[in-house]
């Protein structure tokens, strides 16, 4: 562990035919395509793992002069996040990861840090560990939200783009601290400048849920407020942490489980489901009711690390426990070009470890769309769904080999902007079909799936989950509850635009 260090700085199945799409949605959101990005072959991508919040020495601590509270505060290394930036990634390649994000904590200026320290510090940890692309980012104090993992392009002005982006507008980087930063309008501000950056980065909204005051109250984080950044910036804000970190937030150092312990620190009004947000857990909620807008919103997971749950902390390595697979080239631009476009699937305690989900017409046949993809159809025509798993025969961190029990293919009708920006339902939005292991072939290590879906008059989406528990439907975690126990994988959607 990393000595903290002071500074002070100056200054049952249901019918496919469920699916009735009532609308079309003219204008669906066009993604921004960053210079250079996406120039492999998506014959030559293969799914990536990785993790987009990590924490390190450089999630500082605090502390205001009491002589003079006006002053900059001094700053710690190595207390709210302990452990240095090539630490992490050692233990993403030891756990599998191609990729990662260092995202650390802002704070007063905190900006000065990731320029000074951090990122001289990801620069020896590139030149450590070059088997794991380590993006450089930060967690962003969200200006009239909560935190989010912003993810800058690898490129020579790498430094400079982070710098501009947090000294202008974190939430937390002035001090004495100022209102106006903490406005909506800030936000947008923000984004716009992101938007408009010669390449520009990614944004992903952090434990959307956490902050909630019930099930049917928000907290910091809102569906409106999702919206109007989707809507300002639709090739940054992208999505969101759909499994959140802090997992292990249940196991005591010696692995007995602590009765008190909530995945993903979910304590105050809502409790995660199989380790998943509600927003994204919640069949036909928040997630499905931006889906069935046409919008391109995205889910992801990741380790939230700051200390490991063995050293006293609720913390999985990143890819111990959460992995993001991108579908990509294992080089900078692709992995960012697939989350920001949502060839994307997630999984926790190592379920799978390949998802993939090609659609076609079923009659014309032709080119198939994949996941984060569109197809365009014929109205007369079938679908055909074609879904290939990958369940590894292997052990995971927690010592099991889980078994896929289920996979589910949810579908709903694309229906167009909403009225009430704060809608967070989609009432079309069903299970159309579930399939367990006597619906599957099996060749080895991979599930092969092939279901037809009828000819639809309007454009509709399907997404893919699984499961190796019970449930129909994911349930409220429990206080020490053992996450190894209850596992998912969600995949990003594809979209199926009909031509009349």
Do not use: C
């Amino acid at each position: 562990m990393i000595r903290p260090r002071s500074f002070l700085l100056a200054g049952g199945l249901l019918s496919a035919a469920a699916i009735t799409p009532v609308s079309a949605h003219e204008g669906h959101t066009q993604i921004v395509m960053p210079e250079g990005a996406g120039e492999a072959a998506p014959g030559e991508r293969e799914w990536l793992a990785g993790d987009h919040h990590i924490h390190s020495e450089f999630s500082a601590e605090y502390a205001i002069d009491p002589a003079n509270p006006d002053a900059m505060p001094a700053f710690t290394f190595g207390v709210d996040g302990i452990y240095p930036i090539q630490r992490n990634a050692e233990m993403a390649r030891e756990f599998g990861l191609a990729w990662m994000v260092s995202t650390d904590h802002g704070g007063p200026g905190h900006s000065r840090i990731n320029h000074d320290f951090a990122y001289p510090s990801l620069l020896e940890s590139r030149q450590a560990v070059p088997e794991v692309l380590q993006f450089f980012g930060m967690e962003f104090d969200t200006p009239d939200g909560d935190h989010s993992s912003l993810i800058i392009p690898r490129t020579d002005a790498e430094r400079s783009q982070l710098l501009e982006i947090e000294a202008g507008f974190s939430r937390r980087e002035a001090h004495p601290a100022d209102p106006a930063r903490d406005e909506p309008a800030r936000m947008i501000a923000a984004l716009t400048v992101m938007r408009d950056q010669p390449q520009p980065p990614v944004l992903i909204a952090n434990h959307p849920s956490r902050s909630a005051v019930s099930a049917t109250e928000y907290g910091r984080y809102d569906p409106a407020e999702f919206r109007n950044w989707n809507d300002t910036a639709p090739g940054v804000a992208v999505g969101m942490e759909g499994a959140p970190g802090h997992q292990a937030a249940a196991l005591n150092p010696d692995g007995t489980l602590d009765p008190e312990g909530y995945r993903g620190g979910y304590r105050r009004g809502v409790a995660t489901m199989g380790g998943f947000d509600p927003m994204t857990a919640r069949l036909g909620g928040l997630w499905d009711s931006m889906l069935a807008e046409g919008r391109r919103w995205w889910v992801t997971a990741t380790s939230d690390s700051h200390r490991h749950w063995r050293e006293g902390g609720s913390d999985f390595w990143p890819g111990e426990y959460s992995k993001t697979y991108v579908h990509a080239t294992r080089n900078y631009a692709d992995i960012l070009d697939g989350l920001r476009n949502g060839r994307v699937f997630v999984t926790t305690g190592d379920l799978v470890s390949s998802v993939d989900m090609q659609v076609r017409g079923a009659r014309t046949g032709g080119d198939a769309a994949g996941i984060g993809g569109m197809l365009e159809i014929g109205a007369d025509e079938e679908l055909m769904v074609q879904i290939r798993v990958r369940d590894p025969q292997a052990v995971n961190a927690g010592g099991h080999n889980p078994a896929l029990a289920r996979i589910d293919l949810i579908g709903g009708p694309i229906t167009g902007p909403v009225a009430d920006r704060n809608q967070d339902r989609a009432p079309g939005t069903r299970v159309v079909a579930r399939f367990i292991e006597t619906d599957w072939q099996r060749d080895g290590e991979y599930i092969s799936i092939t279901y037809s879906l009828p000819a639809s008059a309007n454009p509709y989406y399907l997404r893919i989950r699984g499961t190796n528990g019970t449930e129909m439907e994911p349930a409220e975690d429990q206080p020490g509850e053992d996450p190894w126990s209850d596992l998912w994988f969600y995949a990003n959607p594809v979209f199926v635009n009909v031509i009349r």
